[in-house]
């Protein structure tokens, strides 16, 4: 297995309480796959990328867990190891609202040189190279590295980040909703290009998202969370059309017609239960278990379901 995350548990401490924002989490990615992490807003998915790329700062805290690439424990290793030795180079991060997070006063090439540099690749002309291999690999004319960020429309920005994020061919690229902020057109290209990556290039890539739509067209396998828990883990296709958990089953249905976004609804505060299952107070099928007794996974048609009731579930899909 390429990546394994076992038993994550990550918390945010502030003064007077602790914020649980993961709790439990495993899942397996499989080399060469395109993998959904989906889940409404709060649900723990950019903690969860944070996590595995050793990003998670104060107040935030890694409480317990294992991340494995190919059987090395990520977390346990010394973080000027993980930095020099993993990080862009194994496994690298396009961070959410990302077109934000390139430097205004650099200009695109600049940005390739200090990645290259901070893993002690000096050789500028060879960095130039790869540069506009990549731009042209995310169809960008090689004029844009001489460009700086505001010169660029968003979309050009997502491509330019998304280049670098191959600068060190990773096995792994992580990418946190790299479409939200785009139109429907160029949300498009750069979902065909996610594509195209994956192919051509063999990158893993662990797609976040709050759109259903995108994980269908996308990924092979979908992780779906609720307030920092995964409740269903399956083949993306059997998932969306035969959803096993309650809250798979409300995702998948509050698509509306056109665009296939869910509604974005972020789980309010004091929504989340002390006790039993967290999506009890908002579940269709609750039952006096779900309220004192968090369920365990049950492994059921090649799926991982988080859910006492999921073959009620199940049978009302038809
Ligand atoms: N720096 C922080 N300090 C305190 N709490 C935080 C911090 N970052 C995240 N949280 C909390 O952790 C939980 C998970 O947040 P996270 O950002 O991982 O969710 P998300 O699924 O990525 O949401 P979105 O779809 O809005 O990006 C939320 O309850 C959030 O309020
Ligand atoms: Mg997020």
């Not at 935030?60 to 862009?88: C, H, P, Q, T």
């Not at 396009?94 to 940005?111: E, T, Y």
């Not at 083949?235 to 974005?264: C, D, M, R, W």
Request: glycine share 6%; charged share 25%.
């Amino acid at each position: 297995m390429l990546l394994e995350v076992k038993n994550l548990s990550v918390s945010y401490f502030l003064e007077d309480k602790e914020i649980p924002a993961l709790r439990d989490i495993n899942f397996d990615v499989e080399k060469g796959e395109i993998i959904s992490i989906i889940g409404e807003s709060g649900s723990g998915k950019t903690t969860l990328a944070k996590s595995i790329i050793r990003q998670i700062k104060k107040p935030g805290k890694i409480i317990s867990g294992k991340v494995l690439l190919e059987g090395n424990d990520l977390l346990a290793m010394d973080y000027s190891k993980f930095k020099r030795d993993i990080l862009w180079k194994e496994i690298s991060y396009v961070p959410q609202a990302s077109q934000n997070s390139l430097n205004g006063v650099m200009r695109i090439i600049d940005h390739f040189y200090d990645t290259a540099l901070s893993h002690n690749w000096k050789n500028k002309e060879e960095v130039n190279k790869k540069a506009k291999e990549l731009l042209k690999m995310v169809a960008l004319d090689e004029k844009v590295l001489k460009m700086y960020p505001h010169e660029l429309s968003g979309g050009m920005k997502q491509r330019v980040l998304i280049a670098l994020s191959l600068l060190l061919t990773p096995k792994i690229v992580i990418m946190d909703e790299p479409v939200s902020a785009l139109d429907v057109v160029t949300q498009r290209r750069i979902i065909d290009l996610i594509v195209n990556i994956n192919k051509e290039l063999g990158t893993t890539i662990l797609f976040i998202t709050h759109d259903i739509a995108l994980t269908k067209y996308l990924s092979t396998k979908t992780v779906v969370m609720y307030a920092g828990r995964v409740m269903e883990i399956g083949n993306t296709y059997e998932v969306i059309f035969k959803p096993y958990h309650p809250y798979t089953q409300a995702l998948v249905n509050s698509i509306p017609s056109i665009h296939g976004e869910i509604s974005v609804r972020s789980i309010k505060e004091g929504e989340i239960p002390l006790h039993g299952c967290p999506f009890y107070p908002r579940c269709p099928y609750t039952m006096e278990e779900c309220k004192v007794k968090e369920p365990d996974f049950y492994h059921v048609d090649g799926r991982e379901v988080r859910c006492f009731m999921y073959d009620k579930v199940r049978k009302s899909n038809g």
